[in-house]
Structures are given as structure tokens and as C-alpha cells.
């Protein structure tokens, strides 16, 4: 992404004492393991064994006596693995046995917000001491009450405008404790489960996915909790939706990356939590346990975008996400192929433009194609998903002056894709063949690198003409669209980047911008965000921008204008694909990363879900 700056500023931090990285373009085989054990996890790691046993390095100067405690370069060799988060082994289970509902360490309680008074006319107000509405207890939860005597009605008594009983979806009260006769103490929490339903309408997903996020939280926050039973009262549907929503929102939360910590720095999540059962008053629908699974499966595709994104560069290279691919493959119940092209297969196809980007890289460029087919071959679609896989950007010699230590995200759109093929490789869709495309590189500075006034050759035989070197994600994702269009004849192909800066700017840090002139994709994409909870707007393909982009040498130019430059970057892609094919080019520059936490893991549900769709 790019972000202009005055040329007064550029000269003052270029003459101070030091120089912050970045101006913006986010336009910017078997593996020796040992165990490295944090707490119950445990982290499959590819150390050089001499290392780990205490040897010496090719390096004399990177001699080790010490293990190290994650996989990462030597002084003369990059890194060739990335370590994985492990997935949390709580289980979670899904009953209509209310009977049940206090055998647990922690129980928490669903409360709808009192129905509101239809004939009276309803006034907003910011009066604090305005009075809330009691909560009235229905069904398994009145009964619980009276068997704790009234404990529970107590606690959203005193708790009552903070809480604002059960109107906020996804609040907690504090914990309530009560000792019964002969046994220890057990905790009790009240959810809000904010206005109940229309009648016959399904919970909403972000309603249910707020729902999970504080259920995940609450037992995180109980220390020496084993068990945690959710009492979710009639009203809730115990459906495959809702479930499957919860399970994915459920241990995507319990996500914490521990690779690169030590000590008392690991934090598990909900550590001491063995079992969660969600007790559903509703008749549950048969299948639950497969909503359950999926929900997990989908989280294991967030949490590896979020490994991908947040990995350094001293780990994350071009040769590490290939064997990330690679591993993606290995574990895909032989659903998943991986096909790796080098520098010499790239050349063969005159992939200019992304080898071009590549020639700066310490390691040697990876173009990465992982092919998904359903085991029973029955193929309706074949899709493709194309992600921007810049490991880090630098900008090259349009080198950034701002914001360079968030550029190990640039690489969040082949996060987001190779997080779904994890997902799709787990869950299996039918009737649907997905190829997932990732031209891997770093855009770094050194002789051999991209300059301003090169001119590349893409590999369907247009010439770009480099304006700048720090829009070079389009330069690589062109290559990489050919290949889908072209060699692999995809017949829809959606492509996923961080691009612009001009995106964040538009729509902020929680939506992505969607550019297609396909209806049809355009209104699939806005389904499965919506379900998915992965925010996305349609933005405009306004051909007339397509005019800065014209070269005085070559067929086009790589940048715009000053203005709308994440349309002219949309423009850039559609010529690299086939006019008459459906495509959509998602810039996720924005949702990609949350400066509080890290990595967000956006982007592979959406993609997820609309694989599994296309097969419908």
C-alpha cells in the first residue's frame, strides 16, 4: 500500500540519526522433529539436529551450546521450516439433556433481554440511572435458580445495568460462588444473550460467534475450572449452524501464539479446561457432532493464517511456506497435491514479473500450487484462489520510511489461502475442484533487485513498465493469475492480497474491499462474508482510471495516479485474467492485522466457505 509523503518530511527523516522504516505499499522432505513441550502443547519444530545437540553451524560464528528455542536462520543459511501452532484438545460437545447442566466446575447461564413492552414507544436515553428491566428466569435456568435459592436472580440483580440483563450479546456477569452441601464450590456466570429471536428465525452468526468469544474468555479467566457446562434456553435452535458457528468462534479464541516464547511468557489458553458442553433446551437436530468438527476445522485454518502472518522474517521465507504447503498436502487424507515450480519452471513459463520482484530475495523464489479434489471425483466447479504471498516488503529502492515491521503481514492474502486448504483438505466439500496459488517471495534491496524504470514481461506477454518498486504485490500476483487463468483453466478465480493502502483508508481496519464486474461473484462474496463473519463491500470498477495506468514504453505502468489507487490497482489485475471469466480481487490490507493482538486470521473462512459452495 502506498502512502504519499510530502518530500520536505522525507527529507528530514532521511537526515536524522535514524531512519524508521516505511512508506506504505502493502501494495503492499521429511523433516527431522523434536518435541519442544510448552505446558500440555506441543510444538513440532525442524532444527538443524547438530544445533540442537549442541554442534556447530556451517558459521562458526552462529555456534550453539544452547537449544534454540524455535526454528530460525543461521548466519549463512535461511530458515527452511515454520513451526505450527497446536490446536487445543478441550472438547466440546453439544447436549438437550438439561438434567445435566450443574455437573460441571463452571456453569454459565444464557439470559435473553427482557421482552420489551410493544405498546409502549420506545425512547433512547443516556440516563445512567435509567431503571433495566429484571430478568425473568424460564425453563432449566428458573430451576437452577431455585435450587441454588435464588442465587442466580441475585446475581443479575446486583449486576443489572452493568449487565443490562442479557441485552448485550456475548456480556458476562462476575462470578458467582455457592458451595452446596458436601461438595466444593462452583462457579456460576449469567451471558447475555441480547433481544431473543423473531419467531422461526435462526440466530444470527454474529450474534452466536459474540456468544462463543465470551465463553471462550470466561474459561480462560476461571482458573482451575476442568469442565464447563452453557445452558442456552428455547429460543437458541440447536441446529448445524449454530453450532458449527460456535465451535469455530470457540477455539479460534483459545488461539495463542507461543513459538517464539519462553518461560513464563507461554500463555495456554484455558489451560486447565479439559470439557465444554453446550446444553441446548431446544430439540437438537441430528449431526451436531460433524457441526462440532467443522467448527474445529475452520478454526485450524484461522489459526494457521495467523501463524503464517505473524511469523518474522528470519522464519517465514519463500522456502519455509512452501513447506508449509508441502505439510498442508501431507495431512490432507491424500485429498491435497502440492506442486512446488522453482526459478527454472517460472522461467520456463516467463513469469517476468514475479521473478523479477524475486531477484532480490535471499531465498529462492516458490511458486506454490496446492490442488484440492473431493475423494469421489464428482467435480461440478473448478475454482481458483490466488493469494499475494510477499513475505516481507521492504518496498525495494522505493524503500518504505514508515511502518516496515508490519510488513511481515504483507504476505496475509497467501496466509488467507493456504489457511482455507488447510480447512477444505479437513472438511472435504463435494463437487468441487479448488486450486490455491500463492508466487512467493521477499521484495528486498540488493544488486540484482527491482528498480524504477524496468520494464518486465508478464507471462501472457505484456510489458510493465516498474514506476515503483513498492507496488510490486501486483507484479507477482500477475503471473500468478495467468497460471490460474491460463495453464490451469480455472473457471472463477477470486485473489486475495494485501494491496492498497488506499483500501484501509476507504473502509478502515475490520472490511475488505471486493472488486469484480461479476455480479454473480460479487453476490456469492457478500453471502459467505456474511456468514462467515469476514466483512467485505463492494467497490467500483471504474474503467476510466484505467488511463493513469498507460506507460510512455511499455503495455501499462504498475501505478496510478495519486487518487483511487486501489481501483487502479483492481484495474492493474484484470488484465492478467480472461475478460469473459468471473473474478474478484479482495484487498484485505486493512482486517488482516489488529495492532493490539497480532494477526487476525481474515480472509480463510470467507474463502472457506465459498470453496464449499461452489460444489453446491
Known sequence: MRLAIPSTLLLSILRSSSIYASAFSISSSSRAATQVHHKRHSFITSNNLSL????????????????????????????????????????????????EVDNADLVIVGVFAPAKNEDAEEEESDDDNKEVDPIVFDGKAKELDEALGGALAELAAENGKAFQNGGDAGSLTPVARVVGAGSRAKRYILLGLGPPPKEDKPMESATVMKIATAVSSACHDQKKVTSCNILLPNGISANSSTVQDFSTTFYSNLYADNRYRTGKKVEVMAEDVKSVTLVMESSAEDGLEKAVQTGQHLAKGVSLTKDIVNAPHNVLNSISLADTAKRIAAESDGTITCTILGVEECEKRGMGAYLGVARGSEAEPQFIHLTYKPKSGDIKKKVGIVGKGLLFDT???????????????????????????????????????????????????????????????????KTIEVLNTDAEGRLTLADALVYADKEVGCESIIELSTLTGACMISLGKKICGVWTDDDDLAKSLEEVSKVTGDKSWRMPMAKEYAESLKSKIADISNLGDRYGGAITAALFLTEFVDKKKPFAHIDIAGPVWDDKTGATGFGSKMVTEWIKRQGE
Open 52 to 99: 540442537l545437540r549442541g554442534g556447530a553451524s556451517s558459521s562458526s560464528a552462529m555456534s550453539m551450546t544452547k537449544e534454540r528455542p524455535f526454528n530460525t536462520w543461521t548466519f549463512d543459511k535461511h530458515c527452511d521450516a515454520m513451526d505450527w501452532t497446536p490446536s487445543s484438545d478441550i472438547t466440546l460437545a453439544v447436549s438437550s439433556d438439561s438434567s
Open 395 to 461: 518496498g525495494g529502492y522505493n524503500i518504505k520510511v514508515a511502518m516496515m515491521e508490519l510488513m511481515k503481514f504483507d504476505c496475509g492474502g497467501a496466509a488467507a489461502v493456504l489457511g482455507a486448504a488447510r480447512a477444505t483438505g479437513d472438511i472435504q466439500p463435494e463437487g468441487v475442484e479448488a486450486h490455491f496459488i500463492v508466487a512467493a517471495c521477499s521484495n528486498m534491496i540488493n544488486a540484482k533487485a527491482l528498480v524504477p524504470s524496468d520494464v518486465l514481461t508478464a507471462s501472457n506477454g
